[in-house]
């Protein structure tokens, strides 16, 4: 990111708020590549109308010009990224990268930098939608495959105690077709999808927006080929020093998830425990 507009910046004349925009883009290019100007101008603290300035300040014609410049940047960076790489090739990759850093420390360093990370790519008003739609569903389809599955499984278990019609969906082939056929148009699909991308992410997604679904996208990158059929995307940091993803980001969007619904839903969630805990009180040591 900051290639793209290092040049621009170093020979504009900039006010000290510019300044400011323009810090923020650098350290959060992927946030401004799914984010409205309106939204990036409430995270920094600036009016809309600053926005655009800056970008005009810069050289673009406005923001939605320099976003897009962001956007192709980001692609660039993506292309033969570790994303796209094979397990055996992204082993290499990382191992290339974190070969004298496999102390706890270093690895609670990266941990810590996922988690953070996650949290600043993704506004409250993101987790607020993705909140409304689940809670407004009749039905809420949870879906995740390979890497995904864990958390995605955790993820519907926990949210049954909190809400009706929740449907978990681990096969990513017939039975997972049948299963989502039934979606509609009052219904919500929370899918949990993270690269290396696959074709059945996408057939499941496409069923659902056919069939006028919610749709509440987890991911890894805003350069998801199924990122534009989502209602709302949440963007986890998945970087990791092995050759798989790391899924704490996931299981942090997952939990915060949960957490907010269960602040809304502490009535019902509390009769529904009790319940609960009598029929399965003969089944505990």
């Known amino acids: 990111m900051e290639n793209v507009i290092a040049e621009r910046v170093k020979h504009a004349a900039l006010t000290k708020a510019q300044l400011k925009i323009a810090d923020y883009f650098a350290r959060y290019p992927e946030k401004v590549g799914i984010s409205s100007s309106m939204e990036v101008a ?6 809309d109308a600053s926005i655009t300035r ?19 940047s980001l692609a660039m960076q993506a292309t033969g990224g570790i994303g ?15 070969a004298s850093s496999s102390s706890k420390a270093d690895y609670l360093r990266l941990l810590r930098f996922n988690l953070e990370r996650t949290f600043q790519q993704n506004s409250d008003e993101r987790f607020d939608h993705a909140v409304s739609m689940l809670l407004e569903a009749k039905h809420r389809y949870v879906v995740g495959f ?18 009706e019609h929740v449907i978990s969906i681990s096969d990513e082939g017939p039975g997972g ?3 989502l056929q039934d979606i509609g ?4 699909m929370l899918l949990f999808s993270l690269s290396r991308y696959y074709k059945s992410d996408l057939r499941l997604i496409r069923l659902a927006r056919k069939r006028g679904a919610k749709i509440c996208l987890i991911t890894n990158s805003v350069l998801s080929p199924i990122a534009d059929l989502a209602d709302v995307m949440l963007l986890a940091e998945t970087k990791h020093m092995s050759f798989f993803n790391s899924t704490a ?3 942090l969007i997952s ?14 969630y509390h009769e529904k425990a009790s319940e609960r805990d009598k029929w399965t009180e003969d089944l505990r040591l």
């Not at 409430?42 to 009016?47: D, F, H, L």
């Not at 796209?84 to 974190?98: G, H, P, V, Y």
């Open 42 to 47: 409430k995270e920094i603290g600036v009016s």
């Open 54 to 72: 800056f970008a005009r300040a810069i050289g673009y014609d406005g923001f939605t010009d320099l976003k897009n410049d962001i956007y192709n």
């Open 84 to 98: 796209t790489l094979s397990l055996t090739e992204r082993f290499d990759a990382n191992r290339a990268q974190f």
């Open 146 to 163: 390979r890497g995904c599955l864990g958390v995605a499984s955790q993820c519907a278990w926990l949210m049954r105690f909190l809400l």
């Open 177 to 179: 077709i049948g299963t």
């Open 185 to 188: 148009p009052e219904d919500c």
């Open 249 to 251: 980001a996931l299981n």
């Open 255 to 268: 939990e915060y998830l949960i957490t907010k619904l269960s602040q809304i839903r502490s009535d019902e």
